[in-house]
């Protein structure tokens, strides 16, 4: 069975001041994908990046940054120069290879608040 | 491109009633999703389809709880009969897993309230 822990529930910091989100997770496919998704204070559920489990490279787009480490089964996600925009629940997400594997297990998210 | 589409995006309906949440997905998208939202369970998938067939269909709750799609182009999810415990945002997500892509996009959420 698949898991995903984001084990902060939340997190505050002083705008501008860069924050690291924790997620770990559970699988016992050799081929997975994961996933962080940002919810603001609207609701709606963003899609933020992909990454296939044979593709350790690290991303960096703007201000976020993600770093993938299967020997951990880690997918952190970093902000850096935290903006107030960026407060919102960010849910880490895996979802296996194959059919009928399709779906997403979500972590239970991470709160974040940017104070300006 | 217009994204996912769901209606109605708010729902206030009395226990017992009959609800029916409408989702169109991206074109070209052969999988479709219905998750639902709550405080208490985080997001948990309901049901999926593949090519308009149901894939999966263990996270349905019981029996009041129902999806269909009907065509490419359109899905439903209906509830009959509502209870308060029922009470949630209920999203619809649509991906292609063609060509090494397989995220899911989300449309706006249903927040259904039953009272």
Known sequence: AQKVTQAQTEISVVEKEDVTLDCVY???????????YKQPPSGELVFLIRRNSFDEQNEISGRYSWNFQKSTSSFNFTITASQVVDS??????????????????FGTGTRLTIIP | DAGVIQSPRHEVTEMGQEVTLRCKPISGHDYLFWYRQTMM??????????????????????????????????????????EPR????????????GAGTYEQYFGPGTRLTVT
């Open chain 1, 88 to 105: 919102a629940v960010y849910f880490c997400a895996l979802s296996e290879a194959g059919f009928g594997n399709e779906k997403l297990t």
């Open chain 1, 26 to 36: 559970e699988t016992r496919d050799t081929t997975y994908y994961l996933f962080w």
């Open chain 2, 86 to 97: 029922d009470s949630a945002v209920y999203f619809c997500a649509s991906s292609f897993r």
């Open chain 2, 41 to 82: 369970r985080g997001l948990e998938l309901l049901i999926y389809f593949n090519n308009n067939v149901p894939i999966d269909d263990s996270g349905m709750p019981e029996d009041r709880f129902s999806a269909k799609m009907p065509n490419a182009s359109f899905s439903t999810l209906k509830i009959q009969p509502s």
